[in-house]
DNA sequence: TAGCCATCTTAACCAACGTCAATGAAAGCC
DNA sequence: GGCTTTCATTGACGTTGGTTAAGATGGCTA
């Protein structure tokens, strides 16, 4: 029995859809493509050429950066959540790693289909745009959080909004994106136990 | 004598207004909107509808973020750069405050001159989209420098790539975007001195 | 000039994280 | 079953940043 991620989480919005009528949305699902990726597969690497983006339907994605041979967890993407700012095309390359935490069923985007999309659904083209300033300033926020907030102010904000991760990824993953070593969140976490 | 910040600056690109033709910058000049702000005068505070975006032509800009009455800086932008993401209009509203280091003279656009920018220079558009992207992925890089370096590589990588900062801001608020106290940055610059 | 204010530095002490190493627990594999 | 591997925990110890308080410096103003 898993617990449901709050619906504050940081990433979550006002679903962009919600503007569509039942037909466009209807439209929309018959466009889409999805695709299965086993638990352990790359999305993409560092300095790769991003000629995709996905949405996850289903399972969870991790994306990391390198720093002297050592993870640092950027974000977790789970259900209905898109992988990075959902920015791909010409002269754009990954600037960290993404790979499956478990089998995934993702919305695969490409420029072709992303064209394809909007031709159907103009109306579509500007609330992904807005939707995309929105996620920026989000992310503004989410340093800002990072830069202000303690370890264990962090890692009590991530316990509240997205509960869920915590069984679905190990916890030196998590130690990793709260920006603390495994150790540390172990004795951090007794720490709160006790009091 | 001020030195000048590397090219290699987080925040430098390659100029988006170099594909426009030499006719085509010129009509941009005619349309753009200078004004001037005195050292100390916001540009917007945390929670404004942000209806105008600006970027800097001469002077400094800091943004910052309020936690437990304490100031978290988040960035200082300088001569070329664009406060925040460009981003502003309907439902987008401030993340942070923006304030005038010094006096500042600024390109400023709302929406409506953004609209009649963009029916000049059809493809100025594409380009600005193209750039906001670039700049949404650096910004995930930048996040994850600040949680993979320790606050002296932090110092070490800020005062390589902008050292002009130093001269123009308090060292307080340099430690504030550095993620640490004031006090801790003046024992920093000792311990590098020593060695 | 004296006084005030903002900024930077230094020192002493404490708390928290990193490191290294060892131990346990759970899961997967032969 | 026994083995290995992976992951979480614990302890000892060093380092570093936060806190508090005290000066030092320089600029500004009454």
Chains 1, 2 share one sequence.
Do not use: W
């Amino acid at each position: 029995m898993s617990i449901p991620d709050s619906p504050h989480a940081p990433r979550s919005l006002t679903d962009p859809l919600q503007a569509l009528t039942e037909q466009e949305r209807a439209e929309l699902l018959t466009l889409q493509r999805l695709e299965r990726r086993a638990k352990g597969e790359y999305l993409f690497r560092a300095g790769q050429p991003l000629e995709r983006y996905y949405a996850v339907v289903e399972g969870c994605v991790r994306t990391y950066h390198l720093h002297d041979d050592e993870e640092f967890t950027l974000d977790f993407y789970t259900e209905g959540q898109t992988v990075l700012p959902a920015v791909a095309g010409k002269g754009i390359f990954a600037p960290s790693f993404a790979v499956c935490m478990e089998d995934c069923l993702l919305n695969v985007t490409d420029e072709q289909l992303e064209r394809e999309v909007f031709a159907r659904l103009p109306r579509l083209k500007d609330i992904c745009q807005q939707q995309s300033e929105q996620l920026q300033l989000m992310h503004q926020q989410e340093l800002a959080v990072q830069k202000s907030a303690s370890p264990e102010q962090r890692y009590a904000h991530l316990l509240a909004t997205r509960p869920s991760l915590f069984e679905r990824v190990p916890q030196y993953q998590i130690a990793s994106y709260l920006g603390i070593k495994p150790e540390s969140l172990s004795r951090l976490r007794k720490r709160l136990q006790q009091n």
